[in-house]
């Protein structure tokens, strides 16, 4: 089991700048792939952006890439997405997943553990 916390969600002007942050306990957080996702009123989660267990390998989904910065850092156990040149569509609840593999994508399937999410809130 690994439970997953995210924090430095917030309200934020049009253009800002935000860093999430998810700590993970549990189990060896080396083990997993960590994920990104957002879920704005009325819509879908989605993919925001990944990474994999070693940190050399990203992703973004296309509406972000360029803004937003994924990292993680094995030794604290968490996982950061710098967020960068904020719209007013970044506005959702952010998600930080975790999935038991060395690769995890864009897909919510591919991810075994969520935290209960932080909101951001971007004003224009």
């Known amino acids: 089991q690994v439970q997953l916390v995210e924090s430095g969600g917030g309200l934020v002007q049009a253009g800002g700048s935000l860093r999430l942050s998810c700590a993970a306990s549990?189990?060896?957080?080396?083990?997993?792939?960590m994920g990104w996702f957002r879920q704005a009123p009325g819509k879908e989660r989605e993919f925001v952006a990944a990474i994999s267990w070693s940190g050399r390998n990203t992703y973004y989904a296309d509406s972000v890439k360029g803004r937003f910065t994924i990292s993680r850092d094995n030794a604290k156990n968490t996982v950061y997405l710098q967020m960068n040149s904020l719209k007013s569509d970044d506005t959702a609840v952010y998600y930080c997943a975790a999935g038991a593999k060395p690769y995890a994508g864009r897909t919510i399937n591919e991810y075994d553990y969520w935290g209960q999410g932080t909101q951001v809130t971007v004003s224009s």
């Open positions: 549990g189990r060896t957080f080396s083990n997993y792939a």
